[in-house]
DNA sequence: GCCAACGTTGGC
DNA sequence: GCCAACGTTGGC
């Protein structure tokens, strides 16, 4: 099981059009960058993923699944990127917000904090039960 | 194959 | 709206 975190500007895709989407979850494509391709083909299916809004918000709102693995992204003609498709698993009962990530010894390392342009990246598990807890999660 | 110019992302 | 970081493009 490995972790992740995926970035979405809320005006483009939000985590309530997620939860929407309920069970059959939604493709997440839109990926135009080598780094971030490399991560969502390593991701499995299972693997959870935090959603994290960009620009407005600035915060991990919620958790995701990951339910198919990477295949070809129809959204790009050159064929070259791919795209997984995930699920709203649960929200975050009070979202972390990159401040207090920047100000988190333990977080502050994060590749969110140190690769902000990067739209999928890893995360260790220690960040993520760092996070979760944070986030008001029970386990 | 190097590197300058340019474009995009995202925080502030 | 500005700017820093970084990826991509194109001339040589």
């Known amino acids: 099981m490995a972790y992740w975190l995926i970035k979405s500007e809320p005006n483009v895709w939000s985590w309530d059009q997620q ?8 493709a997440w494509t839109g990926v135009r960058n080598h780094t971030a391709k490399q991560n969502l083909e390593a991701m499995k ?25 990477a295949y ?12 997984v498709d995930v699920r709203a698993k649960e929200p975050l009962p ?3 917000t990159l401040a207090e990530i920047k100000e988190d ?6 590749a969110l904090v ?21 986030g008001g999660m029970k386990k």
């Not at 939860?19 to 939604?26: L, N």
């Not at 010894?105 to 994060?110: T, V």
């Open 19 to 26: 939860i929407k989407k309920g069970a059959t979850g939604e």
């Open 45 to 69: 299916k299972g693997d959870k993923a935090f959603f994290y809004h960009s620009n407005e918000g600035k915060e991990i709102v919620g958790i995701a699944e990951v339910i198919r693995e």
């Open 114 to 134: 140190k690769y902000s342009r990067l739209s999928v990246q890893p995360v260790t598990a220690a960040e993520w039960e760092h996070i979760c807890k944070l």
């Open 105 to 110: 010894a333990k977080l502050k390392a994060m």
């Open 72 to 83: 070809p992204d129809a959204s790009d003609k050159t064929g070259k990127f791919v795209c």
């Open 94 to 96: 009070r979202p972390v």
